[in-house]
T-cell receptor, first 114, second 115 residues
Framework: EDKVVQSPLSLVVHEGDTVTLNCSYE??????LLWYKQEKKAPTFLFML??SGIEKKSGRLSSILDKKELFSILNITATQTGDSAIYLC??????????????WGLGTSLAVNP | GAGVSQSPSNKVTEKGKDVELRCDPI?????LYWYRQSLGQGLEFLIY????????KSGLPSDRFSAERTGGSVSTLTIQRTQQEDSAVYLC?????????????FGDGTRLSIL
């Protein structure tokens, strides 16, 4: 059965710290891996990764994919209180029904304290 | 519109009543998705529309749940004879093309509470 596992489930850090969030997956016929940030309401799209070893970067956030070891990491440097959120990982595969459904992890809840 | 719009933002109703949730996707997005998110749980897929048809309804938890989409735009999710376990945040997302590598963009959700 396809699955996406995120770790840690929750994390508390101080402003200025660097954090690394993990997402491992077992998904049939992998197509892409997506990271989202969810604050109070709507998840907002961060990155989509399709190729191994190519870092995606946006400000203090960066992410990379390892398709051999089946995982991705999301790094946040110099964390700020506004980074406090749930970070969701989702993987798109191609299942037997030719359906490219997104499989979601449970998320990592990050709290950044001042 | 600029983003995915969902209404109502909050809905409180008594057990046994029917509820209707609405989603207005981003203009031009042909694919629309409904998810459910319960406290401490991940996103649970419910149904996916491509245009007005629903090629994947595999996530609908029971026959009390139904959804439709008209004009390739607005979608409604209907829950009949609501039960307490239906309490959750119902999220809608849209993308340019379904089942492709296009990212989904989410609305703020409807928080449904069944008393």
């Amino acid at each position: 059965e396809d699955k996406v596992v995120q770790s840690p489930l929750s994390l508390v850090v101080h402003e200025g710290d660097t954090v690394t969030l993990n997402c491992s997956y077992e998904v049939t016929n992998f197509r892409s891996l997506l990271w989202y940030k969810q604050e109070k309401k709507a998840p907002t799209f961060l990155f989509m990764l399709t190729s191994s070893g190519i870092e995606k970067k946006s400000g203090r956030l960066s992410s990379i994919l390892d398709k051999k070891e089946l995982f991705s990491i999301l790094n946040i440097t110099a964390t700020q209180t506004g980074d406090s959120a749930i970070y969701l990982c989702a993987v798109r595969g191609l299942n037997a029904g030719n359906n490219r459904k997104l499989i979601w992890g449970l998320g990592t809840s990050l709290a950044v304290n001042p | 519109g600029a983003g995915v719009s969902q209404s109502p933002s909050n809905k409180v109703t008594e057990k046994g009543k029917d509820v209707e949730l609405r989603c207005d996707p981003i203009s031009g997005h042909t694919a629309l998705y409904w998810y459910r998110q319960s406290l401490g749980q991940g996103l649970e897929f419910l149904i996916y529309f491509q245009g007005n048809s629903a090629p994947d309804k595999s996530g609908l938890p029971s026959d009390r749940f139904s959804a439709e989409r008209t004009g390739g735009s607005v979608s409604t999710l209907t829950i009949q004879r609501t039960q307490q376990e239906d309490s959750a945040v119902y999220l809608c997302a849209s993308s340019f093309v379904g089942n492709s590598n296009q990212p989904q963009h989410f609305g703020d959700g409807t928080r449904l509470s069944i008393l």
